[in-house]
Every structure is written in C-alpha cells, then in structure tokens.
C-alpha cells in the first residue's frame, strides 16, 4: 500500500511551457485535491474531485486543469506555465468529504518557472 | 474565501517545553484539524475535531475545538527535538456544497536541546 505518490518530485520550466503532475493513491479513496503550498501561506486549494469524471475548482484554480478518468489517479495540469506558479504542490486523498475527514498527502512536487 | 488566523507564527524553544499555539477563524467550522509539516513531506493529520468544546489527546498533544466553533488550540507538552516542524490548523467548510478545507499559515516550531 503506497499512499498517495506524487511525479515529479523536482521540476524546473520556462515561462510558457506545459507539464502534468502526476498523483496516483491505492487506497480507493473518493475525495482527491490538489493544494499548492507558497512561503507563510499555508495550503490553498486548486482544484478537487468528489469522483471520477467529478471535479470542482477550489481557491486558486486559475492557470490549472484537472480531469479524473479513474479512481486512482488525478493529474494537475499546467496549460502555460508562469513564474507566480513557482510552488509546492501536494496532492491529497481521504475516503470521504464528510467527517471523519482524514486527508491523506503526497510528498509533494516542488515546481520552479523561469 | 475563509480567513484562518494562527498564531505565532514562529516558536523557539527549549526541550521540555510546553508549547501552546491557537488557529482563528472570521466564520463558523463544523471540524477543525491539527496537522504537523516536515521539512521536504507532505502533512500529517495528528489529530481531528468534531464537536464543540471537544478537547482530544493524542500522546503529549491535546487539541480543543472553541466553544463558539471560531477558534481552536494545540497543545505540546514536554516538547522533544522530533516536535520540530511546521503546525497547521485547519477548518472544514461544510456549510459549501462539498466540504472544503481551509489551512492556517502554520506555526514554526524549533525545539533546542
């Protein structure tokens, strides 16, 4: 039982380039999200999924994309990468969005735009 | 969005220490979360809430969830080296059509020996 992985865990792109991160869980969980995380700002939502071919934007979904074909998996797409996209990301799973909600995290994709 | 506010933002301490740090919020949760960050990981669920005035343990950490279902607080006691780390609070929106999860801007903890 692997959790959530998370790939790359290190990439560096120039302004204008596109690139999926990849999140896989094994858990069979529902919920999926994606957070990015920035120096003194906590974790911001992105994006989630309550299922598959289900997802909704959270706080800062612009400049992103996501889609969830399966269960298990839910990339994070880049369209056109931007210097203020320079982040953390982490992904996350948790069986349910309701109580008891235990969220699940990725070690985390650091991303660096040039 | 929802603004959490937690304090400090920074602890230095020495071991053995008690540590106490709190997360506020401007609007009502229904759960709130204490999750510990470290350096290059992802975070760690330590310990959920669920009801109002619920104060939970979990070995030397005690959470409670605030009376008014605005504020929680995190407490270590006798601090270790291996307490290091960052802290987050955060608070589930049920009140939205799919609960969402808000995060605090974490609390630094460094623990001299």
């Known amino acids: 039982n692997a959790g959530v992985t998370q790939t790359p865990k290190f990439q560096v792109l120039k302004t204008g380039q596109s690139m999926t991160l990849q999140c896989a869980q094994d858990?069979?969980?529902?919920?999926m999200s994606w957070y990015r995380q920035d120096p003194g700002m906590g974790l911001r939502l992105i994006h989630y999924s309550v299922g598959a071919g289900i997802t909704d934007q959270g706080e800062v979904p612009n400049g992103y994309n996501v889609s969830r074909s399966t269960t298990e998996d839910f990339p994070l797409r880049l369209l056109s990468a931007a210097p203020s996209q320079t982040s953390v990301y982490f992904c996350a799973s948790s069986y349910s969005f309701v109580s008891p909600y235990e969220q699940y995290f990725g070690p985390g994709t650091r991303l660096t735009v040039t | 969005g929802q603004q959490l506010n937690q304090s400090p933002q920074s602890m230095f301490i020495q071991e053995g220490e008690d540590v106490s740090m709190n997360c506020t919020s401007s609007s009502i949760f229904n759960t709130w979360l204490w999750y510990k960050q470290d350096p290059g990981e992802g975070p760690v669920l330590l310990i959920a809430?669920?009801?109002?005035?619920e104060l939970t343990s979990n070995g030397r950490l005690t959470a409670q969830f605030g009376i008014t279902r605005k504020d929680s607080f995190l407490n270590i006691s006798a601090s270790i080296p291996s307490d290091v780390g960052i802290y987050f609070c955060a608070g589930l929106d049920r009140g939205s059509t799919l609960g969402r999860l808000y995060f605090g801007r974490g609390t630094q903890l460094t623990v001299w020996p």
């Open positions: 858990m069979n969980h529902e919920y």
């Open positions: 809430l669920y009801k109002a005035g």
